[in-house]
């Protein structure tokens, strides 16, 4: 059974006994007049009055029990809801006879939701307070709470327990309404813009849109594969295609990666395309949004992220991919065209690298390595090798080079994006190329999407594109240094995986 051990059962036996007395444990349409935050609010004159209490004004509020005191005839209580906690003061002889000592002190205890009528008064402490005239159950906990001083500590129950982790943490609520209006600020900037926000397939035919490996699934009445999808990008292109000139999307992404403090197989992200301009515009769109979040969300321009201080004013530096190398990431210039020594230099720092990877992927272990740690300040990172981006528009100045960036803060990738590759036979190309890379052992290369062609063999404008991880925005810009800390629910391990683990240990 679920509901076990002694202190259950127990609770469960008060439960019984409640209905025994005539007293629903889950009532129903129970009513809130006020928020304990707002009955603060409301009644703040009578911390100043002389009487300290208004007994002409009465309210009722409802709360989770999280602290309760008893004392004879009288107790103090704490109750908290999402505005915050309130003192409730319950006094035996203002309740029904019977009441106080045969339901309140034997049946209601921490963790219950309760609701309370009362008046306001302040307490000899000068706690603004809630003077109890009338009690009800709203809802009888029959898990107890963890224990008070210790609080919710395993940070493991904390992730896979997320509702018991925001009972008992509730500054956690704090930074998933920040989530909450980051993501209703970036929806706001990009229809501001002209954007048209669009939905496209999460199970797509082929797995496409980035390189990473996919979920699988099957459709029964198909009797197809079908794969969740990696990134939204070609469906995205498609529409550009078909004559929306500006659009983007905030969904789900899914790749069947590792997990660590920045990844999650699971993850959001906006991503969107603009006909008509070109990356250029793309990071000076990105700077306009980042001033306009820390204008919306009150933050200072000079943030802290960890024991890092991080300069959000722009405009963000700019410097090419393998400038940054040398100039960033301390890498001798004379190396970083040559396969060998590269290959030399990763061993020589103990950096693992497959001897049979090509000079671009080589660079991206250096860059990986080096590079990318020490970008701590807002940088776009510019002209990336064409062989590795295989959905951007090549240079005019340089075929081998990317219209591309990525942007990073605090030693982090935030962003992508580029000149969106629109000629339906160099695409077609590259799709072929990365099919030779999957045959030779790339699990992440893409697959061959002819229909994607067959769309661009239609014309698509000039288009840039980007995708921004929200779930790295929020870390930033709430001071989180864990993925699983900004979202609701992350994937974890299963219990019976991880004790297995432990013995074998």
Not at 20 to 28: N, S
């Amino acid at each position: 059974m679920i509901f076990d051990n002694q202190y259950e059962q127990q609770r469960i036996e008060k439960s019984q006994q409640l209905k025994d007395l005539g007293y629903a444990p889950y009532p129903h349409n129970i009513k809130r007049e006020a928020s304990t935050g707002e009955f603060k609010k409301q009644f703040a004159y009578v911390i100043d009055t002389e009487e300290k209490r208004d007994e002409s004004k009465s309210l009722s509020v409802n709360g989770r029990i999280k602290f309760l005191r008893l004392m004879g005839k009288a107790a103090f209580v704490k109750i908290e809801d999402e505005s915050g906690q309130l003192q409730i003061y319950v006094a035996r002889d203002n309740l029904p006879e019977g009441f106080y000592n045969n339901v309140f002190k034997k049946l209601i205890e921490v963790g219950d939701i309760i609701t309370v009528t009362g008046y306001p008064f302040v307490t000899k402490t000068g706690e603004l307070s809630l003077h109890v005239t009338a009690l009800d159950l709203a809802a009888k906990s029959v898990k107890p709470l963890p224990e008070k001083f210790h609080g919710l500590q395993d940070i493991e129950l904390r992730y896979r327990q997320r509702y018991l982790d925001m009972i008992m943490n509730p500054d956690v609520k704090d930074v998933f309404k920040a989530r909450s209006k980051l993501v209703s600020i970036v929806r706001h900037f990009f229809e501001s813009k002209g954007f048209l926000e669009v939905e496209t397939p999460m199970m797509h035919p082929i797995a496409g849109g980035a390189n990473a490996r996919p979920f699988v699934t099957h459709h029964n009445a198909l009797d197809v594969e079908r794969f969740l999808r990696i990134a939204p990008e070609l469906y995205l292109k498609r529409l550009i295609v078909g004559g929306f000139e500006a659009v983007f999307e905030i969904n789900r992404n899914f790749r069947n990666e590792g997990m660590d403090h920045t990844h999650n197989p699971e993850f959001t992200m906006i991503e969107f395309y603009w006909a008509y301009h070109n990356y250029k515009d793309l990071m000076r769109l990105t700077e306009e949004l980042f001033e306009t979040l820390i204008r919306e969300l009150d933050l200072p321009t000079t943030i802290n992220y960890g024991d890092m201080q991080i300069d959000l004013s722009g405009p963000f530096k700019k410097i090419a991919w393998a400038d940054s190398l040398s100039e960033i990431g301390g890498v001798p210039a004379e190396i970083i065209e040559d396969r060998e020594a590269m290959l030399t230099y990763l061993k020589e720092h103990n950096c693992a690298a497959d001897p049979k990877l090509s000079v671009a992927k080589l660079q991206t272990e250096l860059f990986d390595h080096f590079v990318e740690p020490k970008l701590i300040n807002p940088t776009f990172i510019t002209h990336y090798p064409i062989e590795i981006s295989p959905l951007a528009r090549r240079s005019d100045e340089n075929p081998e080079i990317a219209d591309r960036f990525e942007f990073f803060v605090a030693g982090t990738e935030i962003a992508n994006g580029f000149n969106e590759l629109n000629d339906p036979i160099d695409q077609h190309e590259r799709f072929t190329k990365q099919i030779e890379d999957k045959n030779s052992g790339d699990d992440e290369a893409h697959e061959m999407d002819e229909e994607y062609i067959h769309a661009l063999g239609y014309g698509m404008p000039p288009t840039a594109g980007q995708g921004i991880g929200i779930d790295r925005l929020v870390m930033l810009l709430t001071n989180q240094h864990s993925i699983r800390d900004v979202i609701l629910f992350p994937a974890m391990k299963p219990i019976k995986t991880q004790e297995n683990d432990e013995e074998a240990n």
